[in-house]
């Protein structure tokens, strides 16, 4: 979002059913953006016109559309976003939400919804008829975000990196912790490895525990090759800081990782998290994998460092 308002601000969200597209307008509507879903576009040139006619200062409008909606033919709408980006007085955008058709079978498989499209076929033909409709959007789009590893907050967040009105973009800091038995998370831009500590895990008084516990606090900062690691970790992380926030960064994520996310990665994120405030700034503490049941199968599988 622009910080003049001389223009419409105009953005297009479309792309694959369940990918995402229904968070992101959520994510925008947060943001400021005047949100419209699942909008006819056989209003949309009406809706442009109205909006306009109220002038400068209008607020920035995010319409989200899919194959769903009615009408819906992608050369009318190619045809149409053209004459718009020729006006003066329009800045239109188009977004594309888009996610692997693996990912997306799961994700239909796991909450056992129906594909809105599929009118009795199996969901990878639906999806294959879907993305064959919509493949000229995606070629014509200015952003495409694939959330095939996304989880909810990493679209949020990038949603939030691309459309953030840029006065508000002062660097906007997160501090991760996650399991490693489930992958590095995709939105991450330092990862710390904390799998060379001592494992709590192999500790029966401390194994139902997690990092956010005294006890397992004491027991990873008694760990002799902790405190030199970790201060040389913090000491990069504060000394990169202020290149990042020079070069205008909107957002940073710091992940700690090991192998089930549970221990040794909460402290970690949570210790750093405590010294980022302490000097002043705001990081948002995240632990992805802590209440995972999985992570500690496999941990729990054989010894691991």
Same mark, same amino acid.
């Given at each position: 979002?622009?910080?003049?308002?001389?223009?419409?601000?105009?953005?297009?969200?479309?792309?694959?059913l369940?990918?995402?597209k229904?968070?992101?307008?959520?994510?925008?509507?947060?943001?400021?953006?005047?949100?419209?879903?699942?909008?006819?576009?056989?209003?949309?040139?009406?809706?442009?016109?109205?909006?306009?006619?109220?002038?400068?200062?209008?607020?920035? *409008?995010?319409?989200?559309?899919?194959?769903?909606?009615?009408?819906?033919?992608?050369?009318?709408?190619?045809?149409?976003?053209?004459? &718009?980006?020729?006006?003066?007085?329009?800045?239109?955008?188009?977004? $594309?939400?888009?996610?692997a058709?693996?990912?997306?079978?799961?994700?239909?498989?796991?909450?056992?919804r129906?594909?809105?499209?599929?009118?009795?076929?199996?969901?990878?033909?639906? &999806?294959?008829?879907?993305?064959?409709?919509?493949?000229? &959007?995606?070629?014509?789009?200015d952003?495409?975000? #694939?959330?095939?590893? $996304?989880?909810?907050?990493?679209?949020?967040?990038?949603?939030?990196?691309? $459309?953030?009105?840029?006065?508000?973009?002062?660097?906007?800091?997160?501090?991760?912790?996650?399991?490693?038995?489930?992958?590095?998370?995709?939105?991450a #831009?330092?990862?710390?490895?904390?799998?060379?500590?001592?494992?709590?895990?192999? #500790?029966?008084?401390?194994?139902?525990?997690?990092?956010?516990?005294?006890?397992?606090?004491?027991?990873?900062?008694?760990?002799?090759?902790?405190?030199?690691?970790?201060?040389?970790?913090?000491?990069?992380?504060?000394?990169?800081?202020?290149?990042?926030?020079?070069?205008?960064?909107?957002? &940073?994520?710091?992940?700690?990782?090991?192998?089930?996310?549970?221990?040794?990665?909460?402290?970690?994120?949570?210790?750093?998290?405590?010294?980022?405030?302490?000097?002043?700034?705001?990081?948002?503490?995240?632990?992805?994998t802590?209440?995972?049941?999985?992570?500690?199968? *496999?941990?729990?599988?054989?010894?691991?460092?």
């Open positions: 979002m622009s910080e003049t308002h001389d223009k419409l601000e105009l953005l297009l969200v479309t792309g694959l369940g990918a995402g229904t968070t992101a307008l959520r994510q925008l509507e947060d943001l400021g953006w005047e949100m419209i879903d699942n909008f006819p576009l056989r209003f949309l040139k009406r809706q442009v016109q109205d909006l306009l006619a109220e002038g400068p200062g209008s607020s920035a *409008v995010a319409i989200g559309f899919d194959a769903r909606t009615r009408e819906f033919v992608p050369r009318k709408f190619l045809e149409y976003l053209a004459l &718009l980006e020729a006006r003066d007085d329009v800045s239109v955008t188009l977004l $594309f939400v888009d996610c058709g693996q990912e997306l079978e799961r994700r239909y498989n796991e909450t056992r129906p594909h809105p499209l599929a009118q009795g076929r199996p969901v990878h033909e639906a &999806l294959a008829a879907e993305r064959e409709l919509l493949a000229r &959007l995606r070629e014509r789009a952003f495409v975000i #694939d959330t095939t590893k $996304f989880t909810p907050h990493d679209l949020q967040q990038s949603i939030r990196e691309h $459309f953030s009105p840029k006065s508000e973009r002062r660097m906007a800091l997160s501090v991760m912790s996650f399991g490693f038995a489930r992958g590095i998370p995709p939105v #831009d330092l990862v710390f490895d904390m799998r060379f500590l001592d494992n709590p895990h192999w #500790d029966e008084k401390l194994r139902p525990l997690t990092g956010e516990d005294e006890a397992v606090a004491r027991h990873i900062e008694n760990d002799p090759a902790f405190a030199d690691a970790y201060g040389q970790i913090e000491d990069l992380i504060l000394t990169l800081l202020p290149r990042y926030e020079a070069q205008g960064r909107g957002y &940073l994520t710091i992940a700690f990782g090991c192998t089930g996310g549970r221990h040794r990665s909460v402290f970690t994120a949570r210790k750093l998290t405590e010294r980022l405030r302490a000097t002043g700034r705001s990081p948002t503490l995240i632990h992805r802590l209440k995972s049941r999985g992570a500690e199968l *496999v941990e729990g599988t054989q010894p691991q460092p």
